[in-house]
């Protein structure tokens, strides 16, 4: 298969898949992408592949920076975040960002950024401005509790994130990156 083939095959599938959630979930108030948007960094082809669903057009989508959206200048051009935290190591594409649905506190980390202070305040940030939010909800794109045959891709993560899950209280992990199902 060549680039072009592998792009309308990946893209046929992206729209089914967007078509079929909201046949199952008509009434869904917004999405979230665990991050790897596109394959190559500031590809809009591909950019813009990712966008064609009809249905994004008026779906909210919280998308999260993965490793091939992580040095991509057009991920931060084209997507705007609500409550972006400002990092010492904030990457091409953005930084961490929160926001709110009903009870529940979602906080998005770059997870590309292993800084251990960068991820403290988003979450502090995020924590702090909604402080009596029923639940709190992160997202990042490498899965800090993943069930993959080689556990240490992502044992940096488990030794970064987890204590930080612990001390502000995080009820939800939602993750991506290792292509594998798991529940933790």
């Known amino acids: 298969e060549n680039l072009e083939e592998i792009l309308i095959r990946d893209t046929c599938g992206w729209n089914y898949t967007v078509n079929k959630m ?8 917004f999405a979230i992408s665990a991050g790897d ?10 950019m813009k592949a990712y966008l064609s669903p009809v249905q994004l057009r008026s779906l909210p989508v919280a998308n999260t920076i993965g ?8 991920y931060g051009d084209i997507f705007n975040n609500p409550n972006e935290v400002k990092e010492t190591f904030a990457a091409e594409a953005g930084t961490g960002y929160y926001y709110t649905y009903g009870d529940a506190l979602f906080i998005t980390l770059n997870s590309n950024n292993t800084f251990p202070s960068d991820a403290a305040k988003v979450l502090r940030e995020a924590v702090n401005a909604y402080p009596d939010t029923k639940w709190r909800v992160v ?3 490498h899965n800090p509790y993943s069930v993959t045959d080689d556990d240490s891709d992502f044992s940096e993560e488990r030794f970064i994130f987890s204590p930080l899950f612990d001390c502000y209280d995080i009820d939800l992990c939602l993750s991506g990156h290792d292509h594998i199902y798991s529940r933790t």
């Not at 909201?22 to 108030?29: E, I, K, M, R």
């Not at 490793?67 to 057009?74: E, F, K, M, T, Y």
């Open 139 to 141: 997202t990042m794109h």
């Open 37 to 46: 948007q596109f394959q190559s960094e500031d590809s809009l082809v591909q």
């Open 67 to 74: 490793n091939h959206d992580n040095d991509a200048s057009l």
């Open 22 to 29: 909201l046949t199952q979930h008509p009434n869904a108030a």
